[in-house]
Nanobody, 120 residues
Framework: VQLQASGGGLVQAGGSLRLSCAAS????????MGWYRQAPGKERELVAN???????NYADSVKGRFTISRDNAKDTVYLQMDSLKPEDTAVYYC???????????????WGQGTLVTVSS
């Protein structure tokens, strides 16, 4: 069971990027999926998450600019990032609470980070 993130890159301030994160493997169920980020010298912080019932939660710093969505049929979570600011520069990590069929134990998994750089 793993998470594969994609979509990072370099963008100018005011631009947009879309991150994707797909879960793969033998999965019984997925509860919450989300995105965290870690800027240089700072702690990892929650950006947004979404439950299996499509209830979403956002950090105050991204409300109104970022939109999280989820395709349960594809076990994929997306993060549409608009009106990007230089302070959004960070490594973005996807995260999911999943229950693998092999263990049936619910736990959190992390994807590899994807770098988002916003130039001023």
């Amino acid at each position: 069971v793993q998470l594969q993130a994609s979509g990072g890159g370099l963008v100018q301030a005011g631009g947009s990027l879309r991150l994707s994160c797909a879960a793969s493997g033998s999965i019984s169920s997925i509860k919450t999926m989300g995105w965290y980020r870690q800027a240089p010298g700072k702690e990892r912080e929650l950006v947004a998450n979404v439950t299996s019932d499509i209830d979403s939660n956002y950090a105050d710093s991204v409300k109104g600019r970022f939109t999280i969505s989820r395709d349960n049929a594809k076990d994929t979570v997306y993060l549409q990032m608009d009106s990007l600011k230089p302070e959004d520069t960070a490594v973005y990590y996807c995260n999911a609470e999943m229950r693998p069929r092999a263990t049936m134990r619910l736990r959190y998994y992390w994807g590899q980070g994807t770098l988002v750089t916003v130039s001023s």
